[in-house]
């Protein structure tokens, strides 16, 4: 098995997750891990076994022997991280959602495109088993033809102005947050983007959406429904309705099993894994590396950037742009 020596950038709490699924991972070596403080790069990487730590960013990028970066930063980071690795010749698998805006997003999937580097957003949650057993059903016809699906994603966080979920300049609130887990999954599960779009956004007092409705229409009289909110706690759950059935994912965004029912009776399909779960979306990019792969099939630039042009137009439709727009 051919071996990829992985780099984190920015060891902060999702990266710790990402590090637990590497560790299950054959043929992924931990190599380095950049941040902007040392002592934190040293920290995580004999915590996860990481070979070097860097005290920059740029050092991470330009270690000969590292392969794949995965970057970790907050999502405003992210154009800038990206294109640090990418202009390094290195492979980058990018953590959700995938930047702050269209523009962002645009920029770095050009950089890549133009460069001929691998470059993936990291939505772990479209490689896990159970996901991609509710694709395996759809795709036999087991519910017959998808009309509606729905997902909701929220959580009660506490008002603090100073944290990246209320605070506009770190493009703050639900819909960034935990919508785009919503948005991408309707987005792999119909293959396309909506028709329409209506939404409504709850303002807080930080001037970010507390909490995000949207309804989207598909020719075709398909439809979906998402809520997300970080005021709000709700069931996690995504729900698929076929013409013939339906399938059920409890908590989808890190679902380990799937209740199945259609005119046979009903099934519920525990798929387990170890570790964090994050090694699929690792083992895509590896696996995509080793096929001389410079974009993904499972998870294409294209779907994100068309992921990112919905969620600007909902946020723009209610009037909320984010400080660093505000000349836009």
């Known amino acids: 098995m051919k071996q990829f020596h992985w780099g ?15 560790a299950v991972l054959p043929g992924a070596v931990c190599r380095a891990v950049g941040s902007r403080d040392l002592g934190r790069a040293r ?22 022997e590292v392969d794949i970066i995965y ?37 770095m999937v050009d950089t890549a495109r133009g460069r001929g580097v691998f470059l993936m957003e990291g939505m772990w949650t479209r ?16 519910i017959g033809r998808v009309r509606h699906v729905v997902a909701d994603f929220g959580f009660r966080a506490e008002v603090d102005p100073d944290s990246r ?20 999954f309707f987005s792999m599960v119909y293959g396309r983007q909506p028709d329409r779009v209506q939404s409504y956004l709850t303002l807080g007092a930080t001037g970010v959406d507390e909490a995000a409705s949207v309804l989207l229409n598909y020719k075709g009289g398909q439809s979906a429904f998402a809520y997300a909110a970080i005021r709000v706690t709700t069931r996690h759950e995504a729900v698929i309705y076929g013409e013939e059935g339906h399938i059920c994912l409890p908590e989808y965004w890190r679902a380990r099993k799937l209740l199945f029912s259609n005119k046979d009776g009903e099934q519920v399909l525990d798929l387990p894994f170890e570790a964090s779960g994050f090694q699929f979306e690792a083992r895509e990019v590896m696996d995509c590396l080793a096929n001389g792969l410079a974009e993904s099939p499972l998870m294409p630039l294209q779907e994100s950037l068309d992921v990112m042009r919905t969620m600007d137009d909902i946020r723009f439709a209610n009037n909320l742009r984010y400080p660093f727009e505000a000349e836009w």
């Open 71 to 107: 970057v970790a930063t907050p999502h405003p980071w992210h154009e800038q991280a990206v294109l640090t690795c990418l202009e390094r010749g290195k492979a980058v698998i990018c953590e959700k959602p995938f930047a702050a805006n269209l523009k962002q997003a645009q920029r």
């Open 8 to 22: 984190i950038l920015a060891p902060g709490r999702i990266a710790n997750s990402f590090a637990q699924g590497l």
């Open 127 to 142: 490689f896990l088993p159970a996901t991609r057993k509710a694709l395996e059903l759809i795709g036999s016809g087991a």
């Open 43 to 64: 920290d995580f990487a004999g915590r996860h076994g990481f070979q070097k730590a860097y005290d920059s960013y740029e050092a991470l990028a330009a270690d000969p």
């Open 165 to 184: 979920l209320f605070a506009g300049e770190m493009a703050g609130g639900a819909l960034l947050d935990v919508g785009v887990y919503n948005l991408s």
